[in-house]
């Protein structure tokens, strides 16, 4: 047992030093240079690292760490900070508007994939990645519908390389149709992109505000997980009703379950909005967050493989672009008509 974990700390330490290194550079980059902020000069700095001379293996476990772990603990203590009245801030049209977001999405996705000649497993990964948490729902929607590895590797980095020129992209179109407006930035950012690394990364990029509240917009996305693989099950093996019901109690028992830092985030919040965490310990949690935060963005920047941008094919990479801008669009769309 002793033994596992240093080795697993002995696999997790370079890469995440690295990130350190980077994030540490940044926060002090960023006090030179605020309007672009510690945030932003993490992501561009571990893209250049990463890509230059930082790629090598022995880095990556420490950078996936980085991202996933780090980043997830940094959501939980974010809880720590916001009541259930920031939490209400985005109302039941905001929920609604969600829904919306992802069945068009889920719809539009499938009808795509089948115009471009892509096959029924590879669409249904496509569209429960990009509809609610990238790289996660294609991992839990993969075994309900009996898709391959090399289907599921490929979806993994289509939705990827997508979110990572999305996370890019809708901060400059919020500020130009909306000119940063909280909600409708926040609804963009989170409605749309693909990872929660990526929502934390662009909010991020426009302020603390929208950085929170697109996070609460993603995690609204999160918890209809469990609806859309089941729903996907169904409509794979609706003629065999056996079958259904062995995969979907196989996805309950391993694959469908509420990420935990979801959970841990509500019961923050819950307990900040009970006044039972004092304004001093949340400020702590919130500066404890910042600093993991940044460190998560440094990692997501390392991991960014530009060559990957580069060689997607011709299908492929149109499949992406068309999700992409029907997201965009029916993001505008929805909440013009709702927000």
């Not at 550079?25 to 006090?31: E, V």
């Not at 990556?60 to 772990?69: A, L, V």
């Not at 249904?124 to 289907?151: H, R, W």
Request: one cysteine or more; a neutral charge.
């Amino acid at each position: 047992m002793g033994r596992n974990i240093m080795t697993k700390i002995k696999d997790i330490l370079p890469g995440l030093l690295v990130a350190i290194m980077v994030a540490i550079i940044s926060m002090f980059l960023g006090k030179f240079v605020p309007s672009l902020g510690a945030a932003s000069i993490a992501i561009f700095l571990g893209m250049f690292v990463g890509n230059i001379f930082l790629n090598q293996k022995v880095f990556q476990s420490g950078y996936k760490y980085s991202e996933s772990d780090l980043l997830s603990y940094s959501i939980v203590l974010l809880g720590a900070t916001l009541s259930i009245s920031t939490i209400s801030e985005i109302g039941f049209s905001g929920v609604v508007f969600i829904i919306l977001q992802m069945t068009v999405t889920i719809i539009g996705t499938i009808y795509i994939g089948k115009k471009l000649g892509f096959g029924e497993n590879f669409r249904f990964l496509m569209a429960s990645g990009n509809a609610v948490c990238g790289s996660s729902a294609i991992a839990a929607t993969a075994p309900v519908i009996d898709a391959k590895d090399d289907e599921k590797g490929i979806a993994i980095t289509i939705v990827n390389v997508t979110g990572i020129i999305l996370m890019f992209v809708l901060p400059a179109i919020a500020k130009f149709i909306y000119n940063n407006d909280l909600l409708h930035t926040s609804g963009m950012i989170g409605g749309i992109l693909q990872s929660v690394g990526q929502v934390v990364a662009s909010g991020a990029m426009v302020n603390e505000g929208v950085k929170d509240l697109s996070t609460i917009f993603k995690i609204v996305r999160i918890i209809f997980l469990v609806f859309v693989v089941f729903s996907f099950g169904h409509i794979k093996n609706k003629n065999n009703k056996e079958i259904i019901n062995e995969e979907i109690e196989e996805v309950e028992e391993k694959k469908i379950k509420v990420p935990w830092y979801v959970i841990g985030f509500f019961i923050m919040c819950g307990l900040f909005s009970a006044h039972i965490i004092p304004d001093s310990l949340s400020a702590m949690c919130k500066e404890i967050s910042h600093v993991l935060e940044i460190i998560a963005l440094a990692a997501i920047g390392l991991r960014v493989n530009i060559k990957d941008l580069i060689k997607q094919g011709k299908n492929a990479s149109l499949y992406g672009l068309f999700v992409g801008l029907l997201q965009i669009v029916s993001a505008i769309v929805l909440m013009a008509v709702l927000l």
